[in-house]
């Protein structure tokens, strides 16, 4: 005797008839392209754990921005490296930061054909490499760095940014920065909370890429990966702040987050497929273990199953290529 085929195996039968039925599908617009600048270099400087990846230029991120709106990408999120660090991470303000600068370049690049964000934290421009500014004792400052960030969301808002994206974990830092947003006229600057941000071992390359100084962690102000429920409660705490989209980070060892917070979220959920991600697959791919494209394809697809809405990863213009030329 023989089975007849189940009704899903027929839908697999080919290949127009998978793609007619796919529940979900990526497109250029929901993948946002996180992307650093070093200040003083004079052209693109590879990261080593994070092949294809570059620190840019001036000229190199002006380029990719130009890129990412050919490819219709749905935004860029710049992380900058300044030459000098101090304890308080005083290039953060300075208009003529590395950070304020290149977000100007971009606006002035792409105006709003792209949506331009900021990386509101301070981990890349203190000496001891922690995302806020320390008290007496060595451990951060919340209070202190809140005020901090909210000038710093205010002069990523005056040199042009749609988004301000805190990612520093600390108490209160939504409320503060849309109070300062809109004390300063900026009542359309948009936050995106890193709501439910982990303590995780898979930001290692982005270290490399920010050239971070940190010693020690991060695990008095980021999650504990071995908590689920609170990562609900965090996202409503952002959320009665004023959160206008919400960030799970990292990705793939985190879908059940994802999918727990879709959900529950009135407004947008992104997810960040990290720099420890990209560099798994990359150097997987790398010794012929997987098949590269396939993996990336698959990876971004579950996170999208997962329930994201958008997407950071750095794999966003090879992937929107794909999808314009399959
Ligand atoms: C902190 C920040 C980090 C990342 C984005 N923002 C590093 C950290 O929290 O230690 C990691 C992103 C990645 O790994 O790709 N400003």
């Known amino acids: ?125 203190t000496d001891h490499g922690h995302c806020g500014v320390l008290d007496a004792n060595g451990g951060v400052d919340n209070d202190a760095t809140v005020q901090i960030y909210a000038q710093m969301a205010v002069a990523q808002a005056e040199a042009g940014a749609h988004v301000l994206a805190p990612s520093g974990m600390m108490d209160g830092q939504i409320g503060v920065i849309r109070k300062a947003l809109d004390d300063s006229g900026f009542h359309n600057a948009t936050v995106l909370a ?36 609170e990562a609900l409660l965090e996202v409503e705490l952002d959320l009665e702040e004023g959160a206008d989209m919400v960030m799970v980070k990292p990705a793939m060892s985190y879908l059940d987050i994802l999918a727990d917070v879709a959900a529950m979220s009135p407004v947008p959920v992104a997810a960040y497929q990290i720099s420890g991600e990209y560099a798994m697959i990359e150097a997987a791919a790398a010794n012929g273990w997987i098949d590269r494209r396939r993996a990336i394809e698959e990876s971004v697809l579950s996170i999208k199953r997962a329930g994201a809405n958008l997407v950071l990863t750095y794999w966003a213009p090879e992937l929107a290529g794909w999808l314009q030329n399959p």
Do not use: W
Request: proline fraction near 7%; aromatic fraction near 6%.
């Open 1 to 125: 005797m023989s089975f007849p085929h189940s009704r899903p195996r027929r839908l697999r039968a080919t290949p127009a008839l998978r793609r007619l039925t796919a529940e979900f599908r990526l497109s250029p617009a929901e993948l946002i392209l996180p992307a650093f600048i070093r200040e003083g270099l004079s052209g693109p400087a590879p990261i080593s754990s994070m092949p294809g990846v570059v620190q840019h230029s001036t000229d190199s991120l002006k380029r990719a921005a130009a890129e990412a709106v050919e490819l219709g990408l749905g935004g860029i999120m710049l992380f900058g490296v300044p030459a000098v660090r101090d304890a308080v991470g005083s290039g953060a303000l300075d208009p003529d930061g590395v950070l304020n600068k290149a977000i100007r370049d971009v606006r002035s690049e792409v105006g709003d054909e792209l949506v331009i964000m900021g990386d509101v934290c301070l981990d890349e421009f």
């Open 194 to 229: 890193y709501a439910a941000k982990y303590a995780s071992a898979f930001y290692g390359p982005f270290r490399e890429a920010v050239d971070s100084q940190l010693v020690g962690d991060r695990r008095t102000y980021q999650m504990d990966p071995a908590n689920r429920r």
